[in-house]
């Protein structure tokens, strides 16, 4: 069993960063494929990032490449999303995410999830 739990989120303003973080538990952590996803009001929970377990790969949805970096650290048994130039419909719920198996960005194959952060972006 692995538990997942979202810290860091927040309101900031416009162009705004936030730093999301994601303690995970369990020994083989680093052994996950580990993914942010985001589900906005009324919305479909929609993919953000993820990061291979050996952190040489991550992907990104394009609404968010080259604002939002995703890293993680095995030791710590943590993964993290820097977000930067913020938008405001970037406002949502933010879940962090673990999948024992394999390599994907569809959030029906993902195994484990965390409680979830609020992230709002407004003046």
């Known amino acids: 069993q692995v538990q997942l739990v979202e810290s860091g989120g927040g309101l900031v303003q416009p162009g705004g960063s936030l730093r999301l973080s994601c303690a995970a538990s369990?020994?083989?952590?680093?052994?996950?494929?580990m993914a942010w996803f985001r589900q906005a009001p009324g919305k479909e929970r929609e993919f953000v990032a993820a990061?291979?377990?050996?952190?040489?790969?991550?992907n990104y949805a394009d609404s968010v490449k080259g604002r939002f970096t995703i890293s993680r650290d095995n030791l710590k048994n943590t993964v993290y999303l820097q977000m930067n130039s913020l938008k405001p419909e970037d406002t949502a719920v933010y879940y962090c995410?673990?999948?024992?198996?394999?390599?994907?960005?569809?959030?029906?194959?993902?195994?484990?999830w965390g409680q979830g952060t609020q992230v709002t972006v407004s003046s």
């Open positions: 369990g020994r083989t952590f680093g052994t996950y494929t």
């Open positions: 995410a673990a999948d024992v198996r394999g390599w994907t960005t569809k959030k029906d194959e993902y195994d484990y």
């Open positions: 990061i291979h377990w050996g952190a040489d790969s991550t």
